[in-house]
């Protein structure tokens, strides 16, 4: 996993990074610390029930959350946001509650979390940051759930491209594999190879490549909607 330092005035994701929002002698104090590394397909970028050491910021790259029932098993709840704070729930000395996994190559920004205490503890904006992140998440899983409300796999799957297009703040997709998708919407890696054929033949999607999909945000948006009141 290669770790290089960052400048955190040319990032990427500066719009949708907490620490970008903090005031400039604040940010000057944590930049030092971050550092941007580099995950690969089924790297675990954070465990369920552990206490993080680090705050991982998503940069680029499709990063699934993964939650234990209460048989033990662990289930996918939905993908994670370019900007996300993975880990944030360390900074107040809790354990994480999902466990994430990167799907296709991931870049994050790194922060240790005792770095981030000691700028919280001195009267820094950064704890309204990071209630604001907590906040985000919370927000980003209930949108994930409504996909799973929609009847029938194909408007589910159409919801669930619109959410990975949005997720990554861009049209184009790195698609997760069948056998995540099937597992997301409770179905088989067949019955989401005929979804995808399906939304492509009907003009929702365009496939470039085996994994790379152009999302059409309306034309899927109107696939969910089709046929209700």
Known sequence: MPIRSVNCEECAIRDACSLNRLRQEERVRI????????FHRGDVLLEEGKIADAVRFVKWGTVFGYRR????????????????????????EMPSQATCVALTTVRVCEVPVGGLRGVAACGS??????????????????????????????????????????????????????????????????????????LEREGCIRRHERK????????????????EP
């Not at 945000?217 to 089709?226: F, T």
């Open 125 to 198: 904006s950064l704890l309204a940051q990071i209630t604001r992140s907590v906040a985000d998440i919370v927000a980003a899983l209930s949108t994930w759930s409504e996909a799973m409300r929609l009847p029938g796999t194909n408007r589910q799957l159409a919801y669930v491209l619109v959410l990975l297009a949005d997720a990554s703040k861009a049209s184009f997709v790195q698609l997760p594999s069948h056998k995540a998708l099937a597992q997301l919407l409770g179905t088989r890696r067949e019955t989401i190879a005929r979804a995808l054929s399906s």
């Open 212 to 227: 790379r999909c152009e999302v059409h945000r309306e034309q899927l948006l109107a696939r969910v909607s089709q046929g």
């Open 31 to 38: 930049e030092p610390q971050v550092r941007e590394r580099v």
């Open 69 to 92: 029932g209460l048989d033990g098993r662990s289930r996918p709840i939905g993908a994670v946001n370019r900007g996300s704070a993975l880990g944030i729930f360390g900074t107040f």
